[in-house]
């Protein structure tokens, strides 16, 4: 796998993401960036309604708890997550005190540990490809293909970021700022429009399952 060109698709990624206003120009062009326009599993996912969801379960998540007044930025985290016997793609939300994800001092200040998750149906579509992609090369005797990779770490990210930014917009959470990225370790802040170098750190993938949150059901 040529890591260089995930990394690279991670940096446009946050460009568009950071630029993009309107959601569905968003997601063509995280599509563009990855290649993956005409795969159907990932392509007909809709982001719009999605959107809607996600934007309703973090509303109901402030109401149910009052945000304080401690928290310095939110951290939307992605992780490999095993409900039951089903892997799903763990998404969730915190509020943490500090300057950003590589403070040493940060602490996790909001919600309570139970409340975090979200559920987001274009995530857990995105993992269904991703296994599916899996399955059918060993299948055949081969190795993980190029595709593989891109789903699992650009694509994965890109729907994330692009998920997290607009729905966070009608809840005027804006002004605090979000990052979006991997509990293993690659992050970025998505909702400002300043370059990809600020406060973003882009590693060689690599993802895990957080066995602190396996078996949720």
């Not at 699992?152 to 002004?175: H, R, S």
Request: charged letters at 20%.
């Amino acid at each position: 796998m040529d890591f260089d060109r995930l990394l690279a698709q991670f940096h446009r990624i946050v460009e568009a993401v950071r630029s993009k206003h309107q959601p569905l120009s968003c997601w063509s062009e995280v599509l563009e960036i990855t290649g993956q326009r005409s795969n159907e599993a990932v392509a007909t996912l809709d982001v719009r309604t999605d959107i809607v969801a996600l934007t309703e379960q973090i509303a109901h998540l402030l109401q149910a708890n009052p945000l304080p007044g401690e928290v310095a930025f939110f951290w939307f985290g992605l992780c490999d997550l095993l409900i039951g016997d089903k892997e799903v793609e763990g998404y969730h939300v915190s509020g943490l005190s500090g300057t950003g994800p590589d403070d040493e001092n940060q602490s996790t200040v909001y919600p309570p540990q139970e409340a975090h998750w979200l559920e987001s149906r274009v995530l857990n579509g995105i993992k269904d490809a991703i296994k599916q992609t899996e399955r059918a090369a060993l299948a055949a005797g081969n190795e993980r293909p190029e595709d593989y990779y891109i789903l699992d770490y650009a694509v994965m990210f890109g729907a994330a970021a692009l998920l997290t930014k607009f729905a966070i917009e009608p809840l005027n959470l804006q002004i605090i700022p979000v990052y979006v990225g991997f509990d293993s370790g690659d992050w970025a802040l998505v909702n400002t429009p300043a370059s990809t170098t600020d406060r973003g750190w882009p590693i060689v993938p690599t993802k895990r399952i957080d066995e602190s949150s396996l078996d949720l059901s």
